[in-house]
């Protein structure tokens, strides 16, 4: 059997896997969900970033801007780590 790899260009295949980066990432057949809940980290964070952290940082410093800035980034870091690694054999039950 052959390695799992791929054109960084060109996603590989492997029944509902997808291979990305020499095999550095894969995704299963759920790649909309994940770009759904990306989409669902990120605008409240930059709704929050844009309207409500002004206001914290006038009233109590940039700390609070910045600890969220650090959380989101962090945030958006773990999941796709999570979302574009290989889970390993999962055995059929």
Do not use: K
Not at 45 to 51: A, E, K, L, N, T
């Amino acid at each position: 059997m052959q390695p799992a790899l791929a054109d960084p260009e060109h996603p590989r295949a492997y029944g509902a896997n997808y291979v990305y980066c020499n095999g550095c990432g894969i995704t299963g057949p759920d790649r909309r969900t994940a770009l759904v809940s990306l989409a669902m980290i990120l605008i409240p964070s930059v709704v929050f970033m844009i309207w409500t952290s002004p206001w914290f940082a006038s009233h109590f410093g940039v700390g609070v801007p910045l600890t969220q800035a650090l959380l989101v980034l962090l945030t958006v870091y773990f999941f796709s780590v999570t979302a574009c690694s290989d889970p390993g054999i999962l055995p059929r039950h």
